[in-house]
Nanobody, 126 residues
Framework: QVQLQESGPGLVKPSQTLSLTCTVSGASIPTGYYYWSWIRQPPGKGLEWMGVISYSGSTYYSPSLKSRTSIARDTSKNQFTLQLVSVTPEDTAVYYC??????????????????WGQGTQVPVPS
């Protein structure tokens, strides 16, 4: 079965860069015909779609985060990554990686994604 696991630092200070890695098992990122997304949920708020990278390497980003966000893949390690620069306390959230068999731009409906990581909590202190 396909499994996803987020990893990264537990805390990021304001103005620094948030970097997370999603390790995929059970499917090949470059050849598995999946789309790999990053989604976050601030405390007390709903899900916010951040962006996606396709199996071919094409990327798409949320307009509100595009200027600060970069998603990439490392096919040798079967991983994809998230970088969010210049973070503020408003970026405090649980960050999820997710996989889907179809491309859904901006989707925050959980059922549209076939696979989810457990999520990783990233606080950005004031």
């Amino acid at each position: 079965q396909v499994q996803l696991q987020e990893s990264g630092p537990g805390l990021v200070k304001p103005s620094q860069t948030l970097s997370l890695t999603c390790t995929v098992s059970g499917a090949s990122i470059p050849t598995g015909y999946y789309y790999w997304s990053w989604i976050r949920q601030p405390p007390g708020k709903g899900l916010e779609w951040m962006g996606v990278i396709s199996y071919s390497g094409s990327t798409y980003y949320s307009p509100s985060l595009k200027s600060r966000t970069s998603i990439a893949r490392d096919t040798s390690k079967n991983q994809f990554t998230l970088q969010l620069v210049s973070v503020t306390p408003e970026d405090t959230a649980v960050y999820y990686c997710a996989g889907s068999k179809r491309l859904h731009l901006g989707a925050t409906t959980m059922k549209l994604y076939d696979y989810w990581g457990q999520g990783t909590q990233v606080p950005v202190p004031s």
